[in-house]
C-alpha cells in the first residue's frame, strides 16, 4: 500500500487558519496601562460610586463634603465613606478633614485621564476598513 | 427644678451642618445611567479585557478573530472566549461565528458613548470655583 503524505501547511483548514489573521492597525494599550485603567475601571464598577463621583464633580470647586453626598445616594456615611475610600485609592477622588467633615476634591487630570483613555479604546474612521 | 429645652436647630453643631453644603454647579448622572455605566465599567475592570477591546478596536475594521487574540495577551483560547463573553455582554462588543472562528467586532457607538459618558464625570473649567 502506498502513502501519500500531504504538506500540512496546505490543508484547508490551516489555510482557514492563516487567512484568519488580520494584523492589528492602530495602537494597542500596553499591559501596564491596562493595569492600571482596569483598576480605575474597577473603581466606577459600582453605579453608587459613579454618582457620587459625578456628584464631586459636578459640585462648585469640584469638591463636596461628605454631609453632602448621603443624601443623593440614599446611603448611610459609613457606606458612602466606604465607596469615597474606593474612589481615592483609585486616584479619582482626593481627601481632606476640615474639622469635622471630610472634603472629597476631583484630583485635576485623574477622570480627564480616564476619559482620554477610553477614547483610546474607541474605533476611530482612520482604522475602519474600506 | 426646671427644664429648659434649646431649639434643635440653634445648636452650634446644626449651624455646622447647615455651613458645610454648598449646591452642585454641574448635573450630575441619573440612577439609570450610573448602573449603566457601571455594568459597562464593570466589564473593563480586568486587564486582559481592557487589552482585548483595544486590539480589537485597533484592527482593520474594528474586528479580529479569536485566534488573533490569544498570543497578545498569553492565554489560552477558552480564556479568551470568556473573556471576550463578558465584553459582548456588556454591548462593547459583537460576537460573528464565521465557519470555524468566532469573529469579535466593536459595537459602533458603544464604546465612544463610553467615552463621552466618562467626560461627563470630568470637572470641567465652568463648574471650577473662582
Chains 1, 2 share one sequence.
Not at 55 to 81: F, K, M, N, R, Y
Request: with cysteine.
Amino acid at each position: 500500500m502506498t502513502t501519500i503524505e500531504l504538506p500540512l501547511t496546505e490543508r484547508p483548514d490551516d489555510q482557514a487558519v492563516a487567512g484568519c489573521c488580520a494584523p492589528a492597525a492602530g495602537d494597542v494599550v500596553d499591559t501596564g496601562t491596562a493595569r492600571d485603567l482596569a483598576r480605575q475601571f474597577k473603581a466606577l464598577a459600582d453605579p453608587t460610586r459613579v454618582q457620587l463621583l459625578s456628584i464631586v464633580t459636578a459640585h462648585e470647586g469640584h469638591e463636596a463634603c461628605v454631609c453632602d453626598l448621603t443624601e443623593p445616594v440614599g446611603l448611610s456615611q459609613p457606606t458612602v465613606s466606604h465607596h469615597l475610600k474606593i474612589l481615592v485609592e483609585a486616584g479619582l477622588l482626593e481627601r481632606e478633614q476640615r474639622g469635622r467633615w471630610a472634603y472629597y476634591r476631583a484630583v485635576p487630570g485623574a477622570v480627564a485621564g480616564l476619559a482620554d483613555a477610553v477614547s483610546t479604546l474607541t474605533p476611530s474612521p482612520a482604522t475602519a476598513s474600506a
